[in-house]
């Protein structure tokens, strides 16, 4: 296998496996690039593309498997500086470029050209050469740019040099499109196109099945952390993709599946006309007493943007909120005294706090409730709270001076969860609610929303995870870039017709 | 059981505190037999009354993430305003100390709406207001140091004793439980550790970060007025110069008692014994007769031990990867 000869394959992955002390999440898996390809890897969230990645590039190493790159084994041990060296190149959205820096500084940063002779940069020298790769590639760019000044498309521009300039023959590019709009999307699509024509293969990971279908030489599709199949050529057509990777039929007792209609109930939120520039473009919808509206969509859909903007964390350009019948115009501390719940997407950032004990954080959501009209806390009532919120979800250890930022995910959320749930609640918004989530702790998230809905709590809740999506709801709403695409209102939905619809095949297709 | 050890938890840091206090004097009193006097001690807790009255207020930009430099020179300023208040403009001494109060509130008003409001971050903020207020002490003073002879009553603050006690360490501990009180006992308090702790996760749980953190400020620049007025009252001085570099044994208390300069958490009580550790160190160097240049030497060596201590690494652990690291290289190869 490692001869010298040049295989046509660039990099040929076999047998992957890999688990974080636990689950597995990868389990023998193949994956091989041709030499000049664009090859799509797709997945529902879970499936394991980003651990693959991340093996690829020596972020995280694998448990067994061989992996060979142009011909060199690359070992167990690999890095990300050795993953450079070979040639492989991620291209992140803006994370790896320094900011206040020029496009020259970054695309030569470590590799600076000096002046001859002395340990000084060759500014000059320096900006030519990365004014002379622009216009190889007749980029919208100019050498001394600034980087905080350029819109996030071309900062992916200068990402994408910054990777020619290192000779990368392998670029990654992980849900590139997510914050382009259509037309910096297809601007980018022409790059890589140009990149496939200089012999650089390229590895795209999307969930928008048009853009895949439009690319694409090769399709991988995983599943559960193995490989289902990979597609090529006249294989490749988004419903057969969106098949391979739901890849299984509904059977009768999933019952859960079902539609509720609950249109008939009191109206708690109605949503009129809402607009935010670049985020949301006209949004309406009802939401009733005790009923789960699910929100499907892409990442960048505008799901997360419309929570944030009803829970009044930004303002909205246009349209209206009324809450109980009456005009709302939200901010947080209104909707907290109104009987909203908030539980953000991201836990560890906008969560919890992690360096104080549960008390502490159930607490400071109640302050209202547990003290005196001259502002003293009752420690009493705080602890009894706490202990309410410790016994109805369950929370391990069941111990209130324990720091949170110890506990499991799981039990982490349960804490972000619990300091709603012991309020007069009416409202609840979930963004990802079992993200970095065990099973079980899982499922006890989702009998707790079942519970809520029972007790008359109207409930939002946003999920990629379709499953999840699908159980928990009784109507869903599907966004696709900023707008109200789709809405599944009755009958059994399947996570197949969610994703066609979050990819913007609406109606097409048999089934 | 569980109510116990979960008390003597929540105390630990104080307590591992006062072992090392009660440790200080053991070593203090060995090796100089003039330590463990009445006069002597007395003259300690003297001397770190003013420390620990600023940091009863100084403590809670700490305990946001952030922190105020201008301790020292507002204390300064308010000094000399207090005298001009009553000796130049003949103020009733009362009605001064509160004209006084009402600025230093008003200075520590703009450092908190400058940090959140535009964004400018605190250390900045609070050093560009400790040289500003020092200009202005020294421009309303005209850079002398100022006598001040009257009004009795306003001397007896620093001064005065009740049941033989100075008065300036009875401010000092009111302070000190009210200050208790409003970080451990209040909504405020909640917020102020939560604001430090995560800011987001405070805010999208209905805290108003700014207006917590401006409140944080104004209440520093309070206690370090009060420590300013208790300083010219017991120095009969207004003086520019008096306080300076007492902000970073406010800093040294802080941190030595244990409250992170990372913010979410933070102990009065932990600070008082900081305060008064640094008072001995000081103490401890004059009785050894040692020149005063060891006096911000040793300071600064508690601020790093302290901070090192307080960052919970083990200090063995990183010397041996330390020197472990050449050979492990080699091994390697």
Redesign the interface.
């Known amino acids: 296998m490692s001869n010298n000869v040049k295989s046509d394959l660039l990099l040929e992955c076999r047998g992957i496996d890999k688990n974080y002390n636990g689950p597995q999440v990868l389990s023998k898996v193949d994956f091989s690039l041709r030499r000049g390809e664009i090859h799509a890897l797709v997945g529902e969230n879970g499936a394991g593309k980003s651990t693959l990645i991340k093996i690829v590039t020596g972020i995280t190493n694998r448990n067994a498997g061989t992996i060979v790159f142009d011909g060199h084994d690359v070992p167990v041990e690999h890095n990300k500086n050795a993953s450079e060296k070979l040639g492989i190149a991620v291209i992140y959205q803006e994370l790896s470029l320094i900011h206040g820096m020029t496009v020259a500084q970054n695309i030569f940063l470590t590799k600076e050209p000096l002046l001859p002779g002395l340990p000084f940069i060759d500014i000059k020298k320096m900006n030519a050469m990365a004014q002379e790769m622009i216009e190889k590639y007749g980029f919208d760019l100019k050498a001394t740019d600034i980087i905080d000044k350029l819109p996030i498309a071309q900062r992916q521009t200068v990402e994408i040099l910054k990777a020619l300039s290192n000779k990368a023959s392998l670029m990654i590019m992980d849900e590139p499109t997510s914050s382009l709009t259509a037309k910096e999307s297809e601007r980018l699509f022409k790059i890589i196109r140009m990149l496939k024509a200089e012999g650089i293969t390229v590895v795209y990971i999307s969930h928008r099945m048009e853009e895949v279908y439009d690319l694409s030489d090769r399709v991988t599709v995983l599943r559960d952390g193995k490989l289902v199949s990979v597609l090529e050529g006249e294989e490749i057509t988004p419903a057969e993709i969106i098949r391979l990777m739901i890849g299984r039929e509904l059977t009768e007792d999933e019952s859960h599946h079902k539609m509720v209609d609950k249109r008939d109930r009191e109206v708690v939120l109605e949503v009129k006309n809402l607009s935010a520039e670049g985020k949301l473009n006209d949004v309406s919808f009802k939401l009733h007493k005790g009923e789960v509206l699910g929100f499907g969509g892409l990442v960048g859909s505008g799901r997360t943007e419309l929570m944030r903007a009803i ?1 009044g ?1 930004d303002a909205f350009d246009a349209g209206e909120i009324m809450y109980l019948g009456k005009t709302y115009s939200p901010t ?2 209104k909707s ?2 109104s009987g909203f719940g ?1 539980v ?1 997407e991201e836990r560890r ?8 004990s549960i008390t ?1 954080n159930i ?3 109640n ?1 209202d409730s547990i ?1 005196s009209p001259a ?3 009752s ?1 009493d009532k705080e602890l009894e709270r706490t202990q309410t919120a410790i016994s109805t979800l369950n929370i391990k250890p069941a111990n209130p ?1 324990h720091l949170v930022g110890n506990l499991s995910g799981g039990n982490q959320q349960k804490v972000v969860v619990g ?1 709603w749930l012991i309020r007069d609640l009416k409202l609840l918004i979930v963004d990802e609610p079992t993200v970095g989530v065990d099973i079980g702790a899982k499922e006890e998230m989702y009998q707790t929303i079942d519970r809520l809905s029972r007790e008359g709590v109207a409930v939002m809740v946003v999920s990629s995870d379709l499953p999840e999506l699908t159980r928990l709801s009784d109507r869903i709403i599907v966004l696709r870039k900023g707008r109200i695409i789709k809405e599944f209102t009755e009958g059994v939905v399947t996570e197949e017709e969610v994703l066609r619809a979050a990819s913007g095949i609406v109606e097409g297709g048999a089934k | 059981m569980n109510t116990k050890s ?1 008390l003597f ?2 105390h630990m840091v104080e307590l591992r505190l006062f072992g090392v206090l009660l440790g200080l004097m053991v070593v203090l009193s060995l090796i100089s037999d003039r330590f463990l006097t009445v006069d002597n001690l007395t003259n300690v807790l003297w001397s770190v009354c003013l420390i620990g009255i600023m940091t009863t207020g100084a403590i809670y930009a700490p305990i946001t993430g952030g922190i105020d430099l201008s301790v020292a020179s507002m204390a300064a300023l308010a000094g000399i305003l207090a005298n001009v208040f009553m000796n130049t403009l003949g103020m009733n001494w009362i009605v001064a100390i509160l004209i006084t109060l009402v600025i230093g509130a008003g200075i520590g008003w703009l450092n908190g709406v400058v940090t959140t409001k535009f964004l400018v971050p605190a250390f900045i903020v609070t050093m560009a207001a400790k040289t500003y207020l020092f200009g202005v002490a020294m421009l309303v003073s005209n850079g002398d140091q100022i006598t001040i002879m009257e009004p009795a009553p306003f001397l007896q603050i620093g001064i005065g004793k009740l049941l033989g006690i100075p008065i300036p360490i009875y401010i000092m501990f009111t302070l000190v439980i009210l200050s208790h009180i409003l970080l451990k ?7 102020t ?2 604001v430090g ?2 800011e ?9 970060p700014d207006r917590t953190r401006i409140i944080v400020y104004t209440i520093s620049s309070v206690t370090a007025t009060i420590a300013g007025i208790v300083m010219a009252s017991l120095t009969q001085q207004a003086y520019a110069m008096n306080a300076t570099g007492y902000e970073l044994d406010v800093i040294t208390a802080i941190v030595v008692g244990g409250t992170s300069l990372m913010g ?2 933070g102990s009065v009580v932990g600070a008082l014994i900081g305060a008064v550790m640094v008072g001995f160190i000081n103490n401890g160097l004059n009785l050894l007769d040692m020149p005063s240049a060891f006096h911000p030497i040793a300071t600064g060596i508690v601020i790093l031990v302290a901070l090192i201590m307080n960052q919970g690494v083990s200090v063995p652990a990183v010397l041996k990867k330390w020197f472990a690291r050449p050979g492990a290289a080699e091994a390697a190869k």
């Open positions: 829970y964390i947080v501390e907290i005294a908030f953000p950032l906008q969560g919890i706090m992690g360096g104080i502490g607490g400071i959501a302050l003290s502002g003293f806390v420690r001076d300091k | 979960a938890k929540e006992k209040t909504v405020f308090g909640r917020r550790i939560a702790a995560n987001v996760a405070a805010k999208l749980t209905g805290v108003n979410g958490s």
